[in-house]
């Protein structure tokens, strides 16, 4: 079973930055699509970001142009690079698979808080 491990989280001032790093115990990402989630209190969880296997990305209209999602096949890892950030980001982000063989697959995640 695969694990997928967050990190990179942390308290940054409104218009800050932050990048979220998602390592898999396996080199998955090159053959699933990954993804960035958050989940703010009282509110579902969202997709914030993905990234597919030829690279094609997609984001929520609320990060478009903020924020960036990359992969390294070699460090099986993902990355979220947050931009600009705004006390509206504030939530528990996961790293989790969108789709392919290991769908379903979730990191615990990580707290990102933006202080006004």
Partial sequence: ????????GGLVQAGGSLRLSCTASLNIFSINTGGWYR???G?????VAS??????????????????ISRDNARKTVYL?????KP???A????GIVGGPH????GRGTQVTVSS
């Avoid at 509110?43 to 997709?47: F, P, T, Y």
């Avoid at 030829?54 to 478009?64: C, F, L, M, P, Q």
């Avoid at 769908?103 to 979730?106: E, I, L, N, P």
């Fill in 88 to 90: 509206e980001d504030t």
């Fill in 39 to 41: 989940q703010a209190p």
């Fill in 43 to 47: 509110k579902q969880r969202e997709l």
């Fill in 51 to 68: 990234i597919g296997t030829g690279d094609r990305t997609n984001y929520a209209d609320s990060v478009k142009g903020r924020f960036a």
């Fill in 1 to 8: 079973q695969v694990q997928l491990v967050e990190s990179g």
């Fill in 81 to 85: 690079q947050m931009s600009s950030l």
């Fill in 103 to 106: 769908f379903g697959s979730w």
């Fill in 92 to 95: 528990v982000y996961y790293c």
